[in-house]
């Protein structure tokens, strides 16, 4: 199993940054993929980004390319999400997730462990 407690986020303007993290435990961690979500109000819940077990494969949504990136310590069993040059539609709740096996995956219904949640706001 993994238990996944997110930190971070809060209140930005357009242009600004922000870095989530989540710290995991449990046994499964080092054959864990991430990934990390968010939903708006009324909306689904998308894919922003995931990272596979090794750290040495990433995946992120067109809409975060080049702005957000994923990276995971696997010594201290935490990972982030750097986000850069937020914008206004950036504005969501934000999970943390993991998947065992480790290879990444960009459907949450195949996430198996979720984090609380935290909200980024970003005013225009």
């Known amino acids: 199993q993994v238990q996944l407690v997110q930190s971070g986020g809060g209140l930005v303007q357009a242009g600004g940054s922000l870095r989530l993290s989540c710290a995991a435990s449990?046994?499964?961690?080092?054959?864990?993929?991430l990934g990390w979500f968010r939903q708006a109000p009324a909306n689904y819940r998308e894919f922003v980004a995931a990272?596979?077990?090794?750290?040495?494969?990433?995946e992120y949504a067109d809409s975060v390319k080049g702005r957000f990136t994923i990276s995971r310590d696997n010594a201290k069993k935490i990972v982030h999400l750097q986000m850069n040059n937020l914008k206004y539609e950036d504005t969501a709740v934000y999970y943390c997730?993991?998947?065992?096996?480790?290879?990444?995956?960009?459907?949450?219904?195949?996430?198996?462990?979720w984090g609380q949640g935290t909200q980024v706001t970003v005013s225009s």
């Open positions: 449990g046994s499964a961690w080092g054959n864990a993929a």
């Open positions: 997730a993991a998947a065992v096996p480790g290879q990444i995956r960009v459907e949450w219904s195949s996430y198996d462990y």
């Open positions: 990272i596979n077990w090794s750290g040495t494969n990433t």
